[in-house]
């Protein structure tokens, strides 16, 4: 495996250990000071450059009743009409107030709860000083920011960022397995710390899930491996993916000892280094169609997939400020009817508090707490340098796939999910 530039390999034989048996010098254990390498990605607290799509949260929170919520350090309303979400900046540019406070005192508009300016939902001109009277002359000479809006697998999207160009479909910024088959899926919003690149990051890592989760209930009957070698390549559709090259289950350290993750009641196979191919026993038949080369992948803007044998978890990282960031997951498997039915049973029973709980939980614990650059990466890293890298290469028009940067996706009708199983 080539080495990659972003990972630190000095002072480290092939297997790992230490060089010299002199003590490391502490100043050179810093690592990196700065993410310099990555200039996009450094600048990247708020989100990538351009504009994409975000989903933001599920479709039934959205009513009559204005909703507020922080995306990308800036402050969004969200009200729905006649069927139809419209979002705009959620501050009058009268006195600042919030225009989620307010409320629709006409039809299409919303009006600031403090002096009755009233914006036009579509095109956010303010329409009407209610305590000026009709013939105010400050209507028409006031603009808030709107923003495209869509509702898709459930969820209400936004497309927001440098407010340059137009939208692209909303379904450029969704799998292709979930726009071409019938599904069921459960999911889970919460709102966490640690910043949407920490996030990002984690949810690729290569190392840890070895290591912090071997607590988890999800994974108590699974074993996992002790090591891997990986590389990290491109595919189609602009996802990278994890490759593991050798998976070792333990691994004896000189002087040490050996540590495995083996436990005698852990029965079932290891699953998170399996490739969900054909060959593969009870695969899923449109997972099996995929045949994905791993089953770790993330995307721009910051979209993860794990895709198993039976189902995959989509994970997106969206920013609401430099700290805080909206922690989307969804579970899908590929079942309708009675046995979608019975899946939703499965997620509202188990799947959500082992996997989107305390499985995730742990994820979220690191997030928060982690605290780079400095930083001194080693050899798994290649994920996350992979990542960055691929963050450079943002294009600024939206599109998760820069090869097709000039390309007008035809927008593609929506799957919708037969039943879905959501927690808050």
Partial sequence: MEP????????????????????????????????STWPVYEAAALGLPGSWWYPVMWSEEVGSRPVGVKLLGRNVAFVRENGKVYAMADRCPHRGVPLSLGNQQFPGTLSCAYHGWTYDLETGVMV?????????????????????????????????????????????????????????????????????????????DEGHAKYLHRTSLWRMFKVMPTWTKTRVIPTDDGWITRVQDEVHMDATFPGLGTWTNKRWWKLGGNIIHTKPGKAAKKVDPVIAAMDVPGNQHIRL?????????????????VPADEDLYRYIQVFVEFRTGTSGLLFKLRYLGAIRWLFHGQFTGQDGWMVNVMDAPPER????????????????????NGLAIPDEADAEPEAKPERKPRSRARSR
């Avoid at 002072?11 to 810093?30: E, F, R, V, Y």
């Avoid at 919003?189 to 640690?194: H, L």
């Avoid at 993860?304 to 978890?313: D, K, W």
């Fill in 128 to 204: 009407a000083a209610i305590t000026d009277g009709p013939d105010s002359p400050i209507c028409g000479k006031v603009r808030v920011e709107t923003y495209p809006v869509a509702e898709r697998l459930g969820l209400v999207w936004i497309f927001i960022g440098d407010g340059k160009g137009s939208a692209p479909p909303v379904e450029t910024a969704i799998p292709r397995e979930l726009l071409e088959n019938d599904f069921s899926m459960g999911g889970r919003i919460d709102v966490r710390g640690g910043g949407w690149r920490f996030a990002a990051e984690n949810g690729f």
């Fill in 4 to 35: 990659d530039p972003g990972v630190d390999t000095e002072g480290a034989d092939g297997n790992g250990a230490a060089a010299s048996d002199a003590l490391p010098d502490l100043k050179s254990s810093l690592g990196r000071e700065d993410w």
């Fill in 301 to 317: 803007p910051g979209l993860l997939r794990i895709v198993h044998t039976r189902f995959i978890h989509y994970e997106w990282y």
């Fill in 377 to 396: 990466l080693y050899r798994p890293d290649v994920s996350i340098t992979r990542w960055r890298a691929l963050c450079e290469s943002a294009p600024p």
